[in-house]
Each structure stands twice: as C-alpha cells, then as structure tokens.
C-alpha cells in the first residue's frame, strides 16, 4: 500500500521525485542487493498498540479532525507558534494553503519539492535533514490564535465563539517569550528530526512568504500522556502521567469536539498549551513518601494511595485512623479529579522537555502541557483549583501559554480553514 499511495501522489504531484522511504530502500537495494526491513521497537510494558513502527504513517485529508489529537501520541514533538507579521487576507490563505499541501506531503514521508543544495536559492525546496528518514508517524497539527479572527483579516465574524484570552490563573508565572502567537504547528513523530523537519520546512515557508515570523517553541520527548491501548508514561517526576486521560469515543464526543458553528469549526478543538518549569532539584531533595502525597499516587505503581493498581478508582473518601483523607487536600489528583469538578474533563497531550542548564545552574526542564477541550473555561476550571491550592505548585512553575483554535481536517483539494475565507 505504501507504494501504490507514492505513485499516486507522484501523478498528482510531478514535481515529487521521490520519497524519504523510498530513497532508502533504493539505498539499501543498490548497496546491498536487497531492502533493509523497517525497525521496530515495542517496550517492555504495553499493549501492541505502544509500539514503534517507523513506516507507519497518517493521512492529512479527509478525517473529521486534523491528525495529532485523537492519534495515539507519538515519542517526540516539535512545537512552534507565529505572530502574523502581514496584514494581508491573501497572504494568510496562501500560507495556510501552501502549508496544508506541504503538511500532506510531510505525513507521507516525502520531501517538499527536491533537494537542490547546489541553488543559491533554496526557496521552495525541501532542507533536506529527513532523507531516508520514514514518516515515523508524523502528525502536523494546525492552530489558529485569536489575532486571527480580526478585522485586519475580515474575519472577525469567523471567531469561533468560545476563542479569548484566557484569563489570568493563580498559577501564572508568564514570560513573555512563551507567550502567546497567532499561529501553532504540534508535529508529533516517533523519530524527533523527523518532527523537527517538519516544523523547520513550514517554518521556512512562513519566512518565504512575508506572512509570520516564529515566536516560541519547544522540542519535547518521552510523551507524558497516553492514548488508548498505550502503557502510561512518566513526568519527569517520576510519576506515572495521564492514567486518566481521556480514551473512549463517547468521552472525545462530550468534552473535546466542537460541535455547533459554521461547518469549518465543526469537529475542531480548542487547544491551550502550558509551558511548565519542574524544580526537579527541590523535587528531589523530598521523600518518596512526601511525593506520593503531593500527587496522590505511589510512585511506582501508580496506583492511588486508596488503591492497589494504577486503574484503581481514587477513594476521596476514604479516610486515616485520626480522619485525616488519605488522599491529601491539597493532593494533585484530589484537585484535577472530575469527580470534584462536575465531571469536567479534557484531553492531555502532552511531553516532557529540557533545555540544558538555566543560569542558576539548575536543570531547565519540565512539562510541554497541551490539552484539548471544547471549551477553554473547562481548563480553566481545573487550572483555578490547582493554581490555589495544588501541594505540587511548590515545585513547578507555569512559564509559558498560548490558546488556539485548531480545525477540522481538510478535504483533499482544499486547504485548512478554507471555508472561512469564504
């Protein structure tokens, strides 16, 4: 199948001369005399379903929703967000258009245009770091912030109605520089250059175009939520994250689908995305037994300190001889629970990061946090609680934020939010 979707897309696209999959096999035939099978990986714990498979690959075109919220998270991830630097309606249908196109061709493990590293000019053409790399499983995924839906653009009638600021939250450390944005790309791969390909080209062809300059971004790895039929990963905590993260279709219908507006907001999402600063050499310094209180699991199994298992429902009820909870007030999961916040949920994609070693000399590092809901007042339902009362607060720092609306999947032939230009 993989071979007949190349020959498809080469008809449609004559100026594709070839595939990074396909120029690896071509590689390995003309040296070796036979193709070298695909790796694959599978952990230790986990369902089949948490394998690597690197030839693996998503389509851009056609599904209800954009690839990378639904899908089953990937290992790595290349995130980046814009601020528009044209004021011209045109100038953002063509990035968008110019970037869907591109995105497709990306997904399929195939290069941009050629490589011509020879040209004194590279416009339009693909950087090349990703050749005889596979699609690893790369999803693109596409936001648009609220500067988008101004008057500048005539689109000011096109806000999704649940689109704003959001509010400041007792948690809020916020820089500047990892703020905000009028555009977001979330690629995800279980190969981290081919995600950091992916974001590298459309970033180039932002710049080509006069239309948006890149603002802040963030590599991340090591996914810190899971997805259906995947074992749960861990923070860099050393906690089991996201045991409770939303799996079922019927939970994605009720709490992350958008599904009232025009027809180019439907089956979209909100997405927030939270820069999170762990102080990992304070975490350290504590008892484990003091860790398993703040978050209100033990770290090792996961399971909750009412429980025996990691899927173990959390007795908050559940108290000591001398009636204190065994689940602490303040304890993360106590606050997050739905069970304590009229059953609101959202959806947690999200990975670990580092960055080297900050001016003090500590670890930068912590949690890229990226949710997804059908209504940003369900994060910041949950955010308030934790931001006022969360034990773990002593310990991270919430640096960075941004809001988008990401839309549905285009059909093939069109490009994202086409409808709204309209």
């Given at each position: 199948?993989?071979?007949?979707?190349?020959?498809t897309?080469?008809?449609?696209?004559?100026?594709?001369?070839?595939?990074?999959?396909?120029?690896?096999?071509?590689?390995?035939?003309?040296?070796?005399?036979?193709?070298?099978?695909?790796?694959?990986?599978?952990?230790?714990?986990?369902?089949?379903?948490?394998?690597?498979?690197?030839?693996?690959?998503?389509?851009?075109?056609?599904?209800?929703?954009?690839?990378?919220?639904?899908?089953?998270?990937?290992?790595?991830?290349?995130?980046?967000?814009?601020?528009?630097?044209?004021?011209?309606?045109?100038?953002?249908?063509?990035?968008?258009?110019?970037?869907?196109?591109?995105?497709?061709?990306?997904?399929?493990?195939q290069?941009?245009?050629?490589?011509?590293?020879?040209?004194s000019?590279?416009?339009?053409?693909?950087t090349?770091?990703?050749?005889?790399?596979?699609p690893?499983?790369?999803?693109?995924?596409?936001?648009?912030?609220?500067?988008?839906?101004?008057?500048?653009?005539?689109?000011?009638?096109?806000?999704p109605?649940?689109?704003?600021?959001?509010?400041?939250?007792?948690s809020?450390?916020?820089?500047?520089?990892?703020?905000?944005?009028?555009?977001?790309?979330?690629?995800?791969?279980?190969?981290?250059?081919?995600?950091?390909?992916?974001v590298?080209?459309?970033?180039?062809?932002?710049?080509?175009?006069?239309?948006?300059?890149?603002?802040?971004?963030?590599?991340?790895?090591?996914?810190?939520?899971?997805?259906?039929?995947?074992?749960?990963?861990?923070?860099?905590?050393?906690f089991?994250?996201?045991?409770?993260?939303?799996?079922?279709?019927?939970?994605?219908e009720?709490?992350?689908?958008v599904?009232?507006?025009?027809?180019?907001?439907?089956?979209?999402?909100?997405?927030?995305?939270?820069?999170?600063?762990?102080?990992?050499?304070?975490?350290?310094?504590?008892?484990?037994?003091?860790?398993?209180?703040?978050?209100g699991?033990?770290?090792?199994?996961?399971?909750?300190?009412?429980?025996?298992?990691?899927?173990?429902?959390?007795?908050?009820?559940?108290?000591?001889?001398?009636?204190?909870?065994?689940?602490?007030?303040?304890?993360?999961?106590?606050?997050?629970?739905?069970?304590?916040?009229?059953?609101?949920?959202?959806?947690?994609?999200?990975?670990?990061?580092?960055?080297?070693?900050?001016?003090?000399?500590?670890?930068?590092?912590?949690?890229?946090?990226?949710?997804?809901?059908?209504d940003?007042?369900?994060?910041e339902?949950?955010?308030?609680?934790?931001?006022?009362a969360?034990?773990?607060?002593?310990?991270?720092?919430?640096?960075?934020?941004?809001?988008?609306?990401?839309?549905?999947?285009?059909?093939?032939?069109?490009?994202?939010?086409?409808?709204?230009?309209?």
């Amino acid at each position: 199948m993989p071979n007949d979707d190349k020959r498809t897309s080469e008809t449609r696209h004559p100026h594709l001369r070839f595939s990074r999959r396909g120029l690896l096999v071509g590689v390995a035939v003309g040296s070796a005399g036979a193709a070298v099978p695909y790796a694959t990986a599978q952990p230790a714990h986990g369902d089949a379903e948490d394998r690597i498979d690197l030839a693996r690959q998503h389509a851009f075109y056609g599904a209800a929703e954009q690839a990378g919220i639904r899908t089953l998270p990937q290992r790595h991830i290349f995130y980046m967000t814009f601020d528009l630097t044209s004021p011209q309606r045109r100038d953002l249908q063509v990035l968008l258009a110019r970037w869907s196109g591109a995105i497709a061709q990306l997904m399929k493990g195939q290069t941009i245009g050629q490589v011509e590293p020879d040209r004194s000019s590279a416009a339009g053409f693909d950087t090349g770091e990703a050749l005889a790399l596979d699609p690893a499983s790369l999803t693109v995924t596409v936001g648009l912030g609220p500067n988008v839906f101004t008057d500048t653009y005539g689109l000011a009638g096109q806000r999704p109605a649940l689109l704003r600021a959001l509010e400041q939250l007792p948690s809020d450390a916020l820089k500047p520089e990892f703020t905000g944005g009028d555009l977001s790309l979330q690629a995800c791969a279980d190969d981290p250059q081919v995600a950091y390909h992916a974001v590298r080209d459309l970033a180039r062809i932002a710049k080509e175009t006069g239309t948006a300059a890149t603002r802040w971004t963030v590599m991340g790895f090591g996914r810190a939520s899971a997805g259906k039929g995947q074992a749960t990963p861990r923070n860099l905590l050393g906690f089991k994250d996201g045991t409770r993260n939303i799996r079922e279709d019927a939970d994605f219908e009720k709490f992350v689908w958008v599904k009232d507006g025009p027809a180019w907001q439907r089956h979209g999402s909100y997405q927030i995305v939270r820069k999170i600063q762990m102080h990992i050499e304070n975490w350290d310094t504590d008892r484990v037994s003091d860790q398993n209180n703040v978050i209100g699991r033990h770290k090792i199994s996961g399971a909750p300190l009412t429980g025996t298992e990691e899927f173990d429902a959390p007795d908050f009820h559940k108290v000591k001889s001398d009636g204190s909870p065994v689940i602490p007030d303040t304890a993360h999961i106590r606050l997050a629970a739905f069970e304590n916040n009229d059953g609101v949920r959202i959806l947690r994609r999200s990975y670990n990061y580092t960055e080297g070693i900050n001016q003090f000399g500590f670890l930068d590092a912590g949690l890229l946090f990226i949710a997804y809901q059908n209504d940003p007042a369900h994060f910041e339902t949950l955010q308030r609680k934790l931001g006022a009362a969360d034990a773990l607060n002593e310990y991270i720092s919430h640096i960075g934020s941004a809001i988008f609306f990401v839309p549905p999947a285009p059909l093939e032939g069109s490009y994202i939010a086409e409808s709204m230009f309209a």
